[in-house]
């Protein structure tokens, strides 16, 4: 767990302790103070990691966490790809993106999974997030860029609550993790294993075609 005093960003500070003084809080809530904070990336330079290790497919760092709710930040290398993840037992969050990248969200019923959206989304933007929120965040650009990640509860979390699903359609199979959601994760992340729903080819070969350089990389062809 990391404290408060150690964020150097006054913002960064500002959002936290606002978080913090909120008994409950809402997507609409933090939206808006994430609009009136205005977080720079002058605010979060200190928390970049880039080049991280070739294993993993994003870099992850801890800016805070308490028992109900952590803020991250998540740096892109090109190629850099999330697998296709929930989020667990989040009752608020959200994404801000201080670069393009790609976001493909899906829907997950009658053991089906479906690609219900792609887009770039354009630097600046926030994207609200629920727990049961299903999606996958890739660059697909030429230049580095990073996110910044607020999962938060309005209750404190059990370990079961803060388990997320990803799923591994190059794997075959759909796995219950800690909470990440690299790409070809460690086995050790891994709690409980299921076989991969079913998927149109088309949605499948989309999902190849984005973690196909994070594989490449690894010496490995999908
Ligand atoms: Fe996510």
Request: proline share 2%; net charge negative; charged share 25%.
């Amino acid at each position: 767990m990391k404290i408060m005093s150690s964020i150097a960003s006054e913002k960064l500070r500002k959002l936290v302790a606002t978080l913090n003084a909120q008994e409950k809080c809402t997507n609409a809530k933090l939206l808006r103070l994430l609009e009136e904070l205005a977080i720079k990336e002058e605010d979060i330079a200190a928390y970049q990691l880039y080049q991280h290790t070739q294993e993993e497919s994003y870099g992850r760092n801890e800016i805070y966490t308490n028992e109900r709710f952590r803020i991250y930040l998540m740096s892109w290398d090109a190629g850099d790809a999330t697998a296709i993840h929930d989020h667990g037992g989040t009752d608020w969050g959200c994404v801000q993106f201080f670069g393009a990248a790609t976001h493909c969200i899906y829907k997950y019923a009658k053991n089906h999974l479906t690609q219900t959206e792609k887009t770039l989304i354009p630097k600046g933007t926030i994207v609200p997030v629920v727990g049961s929120f299903i999606h996958l965040m890739a660059n697909t650009g030429k230049e580095s860029i990073c996110t910044l990640h607020i999962y938060g509860r309005n209750t404190k979390a059990t370990n079961e609550e803060e388990k997320a699903i990803v799923f591994q359609p190059e794997k075959g199979r759909m796995v219950t993790t800690s909470g990440t959601a690299y790409l070809n994760m460690s086995e050790s992340e891994v709690i409980d294993t299921n076989e991969m729903p079913t998927m149109s080819q088309e949605d499948y070969q989309n999902y190849i075609n984005i973690v196909s350089p994070f594989y490449k990389r690894l010496g490995t062809v999908l």
